[in-house]
């Protein structure tokens, strides 16, 4: 059984927002199942007076006052409250943090160090390949720091976030030899070339929405969502005079930062000149939750916890989506990539029959494309859609547009996953013992499906098309063989 976290709250107290976050899920794949976020600005001014203003102070306590309310209504016990540049850098800070204790929390202010680290193991959560370097753009720093082979390395903070940078041509000219200076002392801008940035945080994601709007993307999901270096200067260019279309749904609070956001960008893609800018929808909160974890939880694969999760928690008769994976593999020759998709499809595709029949392709592709999932890519959610529209009976993803965001080898491919699961799921009637008395396989140029002697009741007219049919997709004959 995947583990299940009770539900755990961070709080986390920076520069621009306070934001409450309950995760539940997976172990090793939270969950958000309450999220909410005020922006207090507290590192406004802080430049310049040293201090934290009264009035962001006033929002920021009211907001965890309320939180604090929230969290004992949710039976929340499991709570940690972090703050980072702005209550680290100003000389008001533990006053701050006395008022936060008389309200009811424990707030523990992040060194420039730890939320680099933090940062990076964020990214490695939900992108446990992640090779490159991190960047975490908050409202008073921007934190660096090198991740590769699961492992979190060179780190730095800069005083350069988006309340804190002076958008005049001046502040412009010292915010880039600041952010020369590091990348030099650091070594990181030496390490960045030619390997992906990992953008994390609220002001580059509304600079992503604005992209995704621009593009006409057709998957409206953030994390995962990756554009070209080159694609900074034209956001500085959109951010600068603001398109009513592409700001839509972007907080006037975000959006008043953009322009500082979309200028570090660009210097940032043309110091590192790295090879992508991928989003990550995790950050420190979320690696304080991975850095928490100890042995197997730690290493499980975050897409397949999840998955097993949501198929788990309502199964129709068994947990059938690994049966069912095991008993189709031995017909693909996959790769480690293509094969942990694979599987978590058919969990997917166990979860999907709790809903009416005439929508199971549609809570499936939904679950695929749409779902809260991390360890994934965007042309990994479209193969995943595309074998569960062929399991439940569909070819065809609901948007055509969705195709080019990965090979069209891979959409073949989880055509005929899908075609295998669909027969799979007929001949078992969703029950994975059942497929135990059965076994598919590949002999010369047909598809033979074996059935023991004693369960060939098993094999009737309908389980004999959709073999057919799997066969033909495959371009071979079928045959079914009792004994």
Known sequence: MTPRRQPTAIIDIGSNSVRLVVYGGATRAPSPIFNEKVLAGLGTGLGETGKLAAEPQEVALAALAR???????MSVGD?????????RDAANGPAFVRAIKRIGFDCAVLSAKQEARLAGQGVLSAIPAADGIVGDLGGGSLELVEVAGGAVGHATSLPLGVLRVDQSAAGEREALAILRAALADSGLGKSGRGRPLYMVGGSWRALAKIDMLARH???????????????????????AAPDATFTKGIAAARLATSPVAAMLLQHLAEELRPSALVISSFGIREGLLFDALRGKARGADPLIAAARDTAGTDPRFDRHGKALDAWMGSMFDDGPDMRRLRLAACLFADAAWRVNADQRCERGVEMALHGDWVGVDHGDRVVMAQALSSTFGRNKLPDLALAQLCPPQQLDRARCWGMAMRLGQRL?????AALSATSLGLVSDTVVLRVARAKSALVGASVERRLARFAEALGHQAAVTIG
């Open 217 to 239: 993307y057709p998957l409206p999901i953030m994390h995962g969502y990756a554009m070209t270096p080159a694609r900074a200067a034209a956001l500085r260019h959109m951010v």
């Open 428 to 432: 078992s009637g969703g029950v994975g």
């Open 79 to 87: 709570t940690s409250v972090v703050a980072t540049a702005a209550v």
């Open 67 to 73: 939180f604090r309310l929230l969290l004992k209504y």
